[in-house]
């Protein structure tokens, strides 16, 4: 069984930078697709970032640029920077995990089994 455990949010200022992580614990394997998903209330989930076990990472646009997504297979732990933060980056941020399927993207449109209780980022 796999568990996701997230941390690092909290409060933050606009214009600052902030870095989540996520231990991961279980039976998991280095080359599982792992992602950072958010989710605001009244908005609908939104895939923020992917990593697969190659290194290949993917940006959502609404991150792009200005975030950093790393995983480190040793300490099992899964990180996210997002910096020059903005309140728009206000939301309970989640990260996931699932096996990588050959032919399937590690991209945040691809089914994940297993998720995190999520972190709230507040930004003002």
């Known amino acids: 069984h796999v568990q996701l455990v997230e941390s690092g949010g909290g409060s933050a200022q606009a214009g600052g930078s902030l870095r989540l992580s996520c231990s991961v614990t279980?039976?998991?394997?280095?080359?599982?697709?792992m992602g950072w998903f958010r989710q605001t209330p009244g908005k609908g989930r939104e895939g923020v970032a992917t990593?697969?076990?190659?290194?290949?990472?993917f940006y959502a646009d609404l991150v792009r640029g200005r975030s950093t997504i790393a995983r480190d297979n040793t300490e099992n732990t899964l990180y996210l920077k997002i910096d020059s933060l903005q309140a728009e980056d206000s939301a309970m941020y989640y990260c996931?995990?699932?096996?990588?399927?050959?032919?399937?993207?590690?991209?945040?449109?691809?089914?994940?089994?297993?998720w995190g209780q999520g972190t709230q980022v507040t930004v003002s």
């Open positions: 279980g039976s998991t394997r280095s080359t599982y697709c």
């Open positions: 996931a995990a699932r096996p990588a399927v050959y032919g399937v993207g590690c991209l945040p449109t691809s089914d994940f089994d297993y």
């Open positions: 990593i697969i076990g190659s290194g290949i990472k």
